[in-house]
């Protein structure tokens, strides 16, 4: 009897070796790219949605929105991986003053996996909503509506105008010739803002993060009312800022200008600066 478990025991090792090393069967990888277009007319709005993979959006002067899709799956084969990939659809769907880019994926079994990158072009003025849950976000050129989630990514943007609305967990966020009103949020990562020379004095800001510094470089002449909060870090501002109540090390609330808008930062691990 001793002897037929001394057979069956490296059996058991091995495949509980295997499976908590995480060794699996060799994984292929299988790309293919498809280009749609379709006419999108100024202020129309922009949605789509994909887990695996990144959202880049740029705005030109254009009247129509032209995507690139490069789809990556992986499976055990490379046939198998090209399967997946040729059974994953991309489509253009407009609606009245809508358009949705739908990603439609077959079912997977385990050690399969599809990603799907989106490299969009629209019309400067766009409205924008969109989610991704593993991949980054890189916006370009856009006036309008923003509205953009991922969870595991960084998001980055240039020359935005209107009102914008971005969230990452697991991430930075920068934004840089920013304009209008902005709400910034993040988990781990840090947040750098600068807000373009042309921007109104007046708007909203709300920028939050939990493990990472605040930088914001606010609109020539900002006026708001302040309120910042750190748990471990500094704060520092270059603005003259009238302070209002209590001052310490963890918060200070005041007005910058006649504090006819709102910012509102806040962190738990890290430093907030404004200038």
């Not at 277009?37 to 009247?63: D, M, Q, R």
């Amino acid at each position: 009897m001793a002897k037929n478990y001394r057979r069956i025991l490296p059996v058991i090792c091995l495949c509980w070796l295997l499976s908590v090393g995480g060794c699996y069967l060799p994984i292929a990888k299988y790309e293919r790219t498809i280009d749609l277009s379709t006419p999108l007319a100024e202020s129309s709005l922009f949605a789509t949605e994909t887990h695996n993979g990144s959202i880049t959006v740029k705005g030109t002067s254009v009247t129509e929105c032209s995507l690139t899709a490069t789809i990556t799956a992986r499976a055990a084969s490379e046939e198998d991986a090209q399967q997946l990939a040729e059974r994953t659809k991309i489509s253009l769907e407009p609606s009245p003053g809508k358009l949705t880019a739908k990603i439609e994926k077959p079912l997977l079994v385990s050690n399969q996996s599809i990603a799907v990158n989106l490299d969009v072009t629209v019309p400067n003025r766009t409205n924008l909503e969109f989610s991704t849950h593993n991949g980054a976000i890189k916006l370009t050129n856009i006036t309008g509506q923003v509205d953009g989630t991922t969870h595991n990514g960084s998001v980055t943007t240039e020359q935005l105008s209107g009102t914008t609305n971005l969230q990452t967990h697991n991430g930075s966020i920068r934004c840089d010739n920013i304009s209008g009103d902005a709400e910034l949020k993040t988990h781990n990562g840090n947040v750098k803002v600068r807000y373009a020379e042309t921007a109104p004095a007046v708007c909203s800001i709300s920028i939050v993060t939990y493990n990472g510094g605040i930088e914001l470089a606010g609109p020539q002449n900002l006026s708001a009312a302040v309120e910042t909060s750190t748990h471990n870090g500094s704060i520092r501002t270059e603005l003259p800022m009238t302070v209002v109540g209590n001052v310490s090390k963890k918060s200070i609330s005041g007005t910058i200008g006649a504090g006819q808008g709102k910012v509102h930062l806040e962190t738990h691990n890290g430093s907030i600066t404004i200038e």
